[in-house]
């Protein structure tokens, strides 16, 4: 079966949050919102495998945030939302083997379950 990749959208700035950090880079119970994002996905069973979309700009704190998870590099993605996804999409096409299935999920809602 072709691979179940869960593609990340982390690439806002946070604006409408009002903090001095992007919302996914806060930390809450002692990780950041994005490592509790991406790690949901990383130990699902049925995941084969994680990619992140991020603000280049935020290279940084995405290395501080997740560095240590052995994740891919991160896609650069894009002004809004829209693009972002498409960049990730995009992004995957060109994977060998590309996924069969994508799930998109907003890096900034740290609390999904199985």
């Known amino acids: 079966m072709p691979p179940c990749i869960a593609l ?8 409408r949050f009002g903090g001095k950090l992007p919302k996914q880079y806060y930390e809450l119970g002692g990780e950041t919102i994005l490592r509790r994002s991406v790690s949901a996905f990383l130990n699902h069973p049925h995941i084969d495998g994680v990619r992140v979309v991020i603000n280049p700009a935020h290279r940084d704190m995405y290395d501080k945030a997740v560095g240590d998870l052995g994740l891919p590099p991160p896609i650069a993605g894009g002004a809004t ?20 299935f994508v799930m998109i999920h907003d890096g900034a809602r ?4 199985a």
């Open 8 to 15: 990340i959208v982390a690439a806002g700035s946070g604006s």
């Open 81 to 100: 939302r829209q693009e972002s996804v498409l960049l990730g999409l995009e992004a995957l096409a060109k994977d060998n083997p590309a996924p069969g």
């Open 110 to 113: 740290p609390l999904v379950d």
